[in-house]
């Protein structure tokens, strides 16, 4: 399984651009990049996923370099609510179906 | 609207009974899965299940049993609890293989005592 890398934590003033990064430097070409964060003690919401060409919606946006090696998740307003865990997780394909493997994530910090 | 419910919220028993948690979802969705959440740790596999009659351990799977009797339903129980076992459980759907997200419950806390 590719392996994921974050900053544990990480802080960001409530407005500004929220910038989070991830190394995935084992990912396999068929390997898809997804992100979710954690509020308090919520289960796990999607945010956004890709392959190769960055990606928007209206959460945030993924830029993945070329390498497909690292990526970035952008907030592009960070707002008190955006307040959560992040994690980056690279999607395993196996048989049919596949699961995904959570690392510990980055904490993220929106203040005032 | 579609959605995925656990139940219940939160469980509190004692060392030694067995203990059902139970995960529904109205998506329709063949794939399920369940994780447990433990500070340090993250969030790591348990069981999951392709489709009906179908299931595989995950990372963390003994302790654990499922039965899919249908596609909404996937309740996880734990054969005999152990002081281990107490945790914040999740469970979740996804409706493609690879290219589609997971949609996750609130979670189940369970305490054994």
């Known amino acids: 399984d590719a392996k994921t890398t974050q900053p544990p934590s990480m802080d960001c003033a409530e407005g500004r651009a929220a910038n989070l990064p991830c190394n995935h430097s084992?990912?396999?070409?068929?390997?898809?990049v997804y992100w979710y964060r954690q509020i308090h003690s919520q289960g796990p919401q999607y945010i956004i996923h890709?392959?190769?060409n960055n990606e928007t919606n209206e959460m945030a946006s993924l830029i993945i370099t070329e390498d497909r090696k690292s990526s970035t998740l952008i907030l592009p307003h960070a707002t008190l609510r955006d307040t959560a865990v992040y994690y980056c997780i690279v999607r395993v394909a196996t048989g049919t179906a596949s699961k995904l493997t959570f690392g510990t994530g980055t904490r993220l910090q929106v203040t005032l | 609207d579609a959605e995925i419910t656990q139940s219940p919220r939160h469980k509190i028993t004692e060392t030694g009974r067995q203990v059902t948690l139970a995960c529904h979802q109205t998506w329709n969705h063949n794939n399920m899965f369940w994780y447990r959440q433990d500070l340090g740790h993250g969030l790591r596999l348990i069981h999951y299940s392709y489709g009906v009659h179908d299931t595989n351990k995950g990372e963390v799977s003994d302790g654990y049993s499922v039965s899919r009797s249908n596609t909404e339903d996937l309740p996880l129980t734990l054969e005999s609890a152990a002081s281990s076992q107490t945790s914040v459980y999740f469970c979740a759907s996804s409706e493609h293989p690879r290219n589609s997200p997971l949609h996750f419950g609130n979670g189940t806390r369970l305490t054994v005592t």
């Open positions: 890709g392959l190769k």
């Open positions: 084992t990912i396999s070409g068929n390997e898809y």
